[in-house]
């Protein structure tokens, strides 16, 4: 699943609407909404933790499809057109020591 489609289940699961998550986190709705239409890059660990608590979602699995959202932008404009599936979130899994 797309980071922002990731996101905005986890909005709505919480009843929350853009504005409101923004708002409880500090960013702009503006960028929510890009965020979740896959047109900015993933939040950093910093505003994923702040989204985390106010969705009441684990903060790792949210910085984790972040963090594979923001390595896969980056691959696409280095030239990799296609990256597996399973190799970002098991990278992240790596960085962080959960295997």
Not at 71 to 77: A, F, H, T
Not at 80 to 90: C, I, Q, R, S, W
Request: glycine share 6%; charged share 30%; hydrophobic share 40%.
């Amino acid at each position: 699943m797309k980071f922002g489609a990731y996101l905005k289940q986890a909005r709505l699961k919480a009843k929350l609407t853009q504005s409101d998550l923004a708002r409880k986190c500090g960013v702009s709705d503006a960028y929510l909404n890009r965020v979740e239409k896959q047109k900015a890059d993933p939040p950093t660990r910093q505003v994923c933790r702040a989204l985390a608590r106010a969705l009441g979602v684990e903060q790792n699995d949210l910085w984790k499809h972040a963090f594979a959202a923001r390595l896969e932008r980056w691959l696409r404009k280095e030239g990799f057109k296609k990256t597996p599936g399973d190799l970002l979130p098991a990278f992240f899994d790596t960085l962080i020591g959960r295997e």
